[in-house]
């Protein structure tokens, strides 16, 4: 798309950011192994500084966030169990019905706020032992909430939440896809967001810029069985330090840079709240993702997008009425006030 337009800008999502030049320097100069024999370096540098960063025992390199996620579902539950999550979780849309066919689990939707709902909303969901319902087994949360807005989950609310977990015999599992985005917002560190849960995991293909790579977290015993899953699903790769290398750099250079992204979040969405035709809720926006509802006789968020399309803007529509914006490594300040720009004119 860029090539064919020069100053195009893309907030659909931070998943489009591609590896800089730095990047990709360092990626070209990898020690590389045979990463399914636990041979590759990277990997396990990469893998031994994650577990530290998430204070977690033991780690494991995945290719992707969504098998982290299928991974500990499957290693926490057994089929027919329940999972306790947001009705707005990533699980539920945006995997595949992976709960569903690999792990074979049972989803138990709650309707938090912003994608974040409280231990007393648990409470009230967790049942006694009965045989004819399913085995309730997991907790799952978003942090940040993606769906909620990129919302961050107040760490007294995670350690309740936990809390009610465990005290019912219920596993905490965390899908941290942004949580570095909520411990650069707040200043509370990744380990303490993730210490009373059972696992957790971070990608390195959103806001951090690297081609791709996750890292799940958690137990010797847990990390042992997901390697066997990961073996299993064909997660394994060779050389892949190649990647490894680029999520180490994404570690040291992308980490608190992640502010910049939510400073153009909130300079969009003060810009947004400027347009008649546009609805947005600043208090909401805590992150890099900016959701706002189209309420304008001409536009709804197809057309909106597709009118910003063909003026180089790319947002998402997430439903009839409603865009999502996502600020990143390669959207800055300038393509902020493009974007802008370009709705002013559009709505005016
Ligand atoms: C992107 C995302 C995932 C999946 O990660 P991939 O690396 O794209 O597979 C899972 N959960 C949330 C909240 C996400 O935003």
Redesign the pocket.
């Known amino acids: 798309m860029d090539s064919v337009m020069p100053d195009f800008v893309d907030f659909f999502s931070d998943?489009k950011t591609r590896p800089t030049p730095a990047m990709r320097a360092v990626m070209a100069g990898a020690e590389v192994g045979d990463e399914r024999a636990g041979e590759d370096p990277s990997v396990n540098r990469l893998v031994e500084r994650c577990a530290a960063l998430l204070g977690k025992p033991a780690a494991l390199f995945l290719p992707?966030?969504?098998m982290c996620?299928e991974i500990a579902l499957a290693v926490h539950c057994r089929p027919g169990d329940e999972v306790i999550c947001d009705r707005t979780s990533?699980l539920i849309g945006f995997e595949g019905g992976g709960p569903a066919a690999l792990a074979g689990v049972m989803l138990n939707p709650l309707t938090g706020d912003r994608g974040r709902f409280d231990a007393g909303q648990l409470a009230a969901a967790l049942r006694p032992d009965r045989p004819y319902a399913p085995r309730q087994r997991l907790v799952e949360v978003?942090q940040t909430a993606?769906l909620g807005g990129g919302t961050i989950w107040p760490l007294a609310q995670l350690q309740a939440v936990a809390a009610a977990a465990h005290g019912r015999g219920l596993l905490t599992h965390m899908?941290g896809?942004?949580l570095l985005n909520a411990a650069v917002a707040t200043g509370v560190s990744a380990a303490d967001y993730a210490r009373d849960f059972d696992s957790v995991w971070i990608?390195f293909?959103?806001g951090l810029g690297a081609p791709g790579g996750?890292i799940l977290a958690g137990s010797a015993e847990f990390i042992h069985e997901a390697n066997r899953l990961k073996l299993r699903w064909g997660g394994a790769m060779r050389q892949s330090g190649i990647i490894a290398a680029a999520c180490d750099y994404a570690l040291d250079h992308h980490v608190e840079r992640l502010a910049d992204d939510h400073a153009n979040a909130a300079a969009l969405a003060r810009g947004i709240a400027q347009i008649a035709g546009l609805e947005i809720d600043l208090a909401s926006v805590e992150t890099n993702l900016v959701y706002f509802a189209v309420m304008h006789a001409g536009f709804d968020a197809p057309r909106l997008c597709a009118a910003l399309l063909d003026r180089g803007v790319r947002m998402g529509e997430m439903g009839p009425r409603t865009v999502r914006a996502v600020t990143h490594l390669d959207v800055d300040a300038a393509a902020v006030d493009k974007a802008l720009a370009a709705l002013r004119e559009l709505l005016a």
Request: net charge negative; hydrophobic share 15%; charged share 35%.
């Open positions: 998943t992707s966030g969504t996620n990533h978003e993606n899908d896809a942004r990608d293909s959103k996750a």
